[in-house]
């Protein structure tokens, strides 16, 4: 299985950007698909987080601001960006969680976890 994250890149502050990640593979079925971010000398954080069946996390510091949604079918998840602000400015990472294939099927829990190699967003002020 392997994530590829597209959509990072240079915005003003105010302005909006979107973000997507497509999963492929021999996948079954993915439980949840999120996003993660990590701005310079600071953990990662969890921005915003959605199930298969549409239930949302998101981050305080991104509500109202930011939207998630997947398409199950095509294994992709979005986040759509606006009102972007200059500490919005990180390395985006998607991630799957709970993905069944065929291999992972012989696991004891079924499933495993899948990270995409990051995108990277700055804001200017």
């Known amino acids: 299985v392997q994530l590829q994250a597209f959509g990072g890149g240079l915005v003003q502050a105010g302005g909006s950007l979107k973000l997507y990640c497509a999963a492929s593979?021999?996948?079954?079925?993915?439980?949840?698909m999120g996003w993660y971010r990590q701005a310079p000398g600071k953990e990662r954080e969890l921005v915003a987080h959605?199930?298969?069946?549409?239930?949302?996390i998101y981050a305080d510091s991104v509500k109202g601001r930011f939207t998630i949604y997947r398409n199950n079918a095509k294994n992709t998840v979005y986040l759509q960006m606006n009102s972007l602000k200059p500490e919005d400015t990180a390395v985006y990472y998607c991630?799957?969680?709970?993905?069944?294939?065929?291999?992972?099927?012989?696991?004891?829990?079924?499933?495993?976890?899948?990270w995409g190699q990051g995108t990277l967003v700055t804001v200017s002020s």
């Open positions: 959605i199930t298969s069946g549409g239930n949302t």
């Open positions: 593979g021999s996948i079954l079925r993915i439980n949840a």
């Open positions: 991630y799957a969680h709970g993905v069944a294939t065929a291999q992972t099927l012989r696991f004891p829990s079924g499933v495993d976890d899948y």
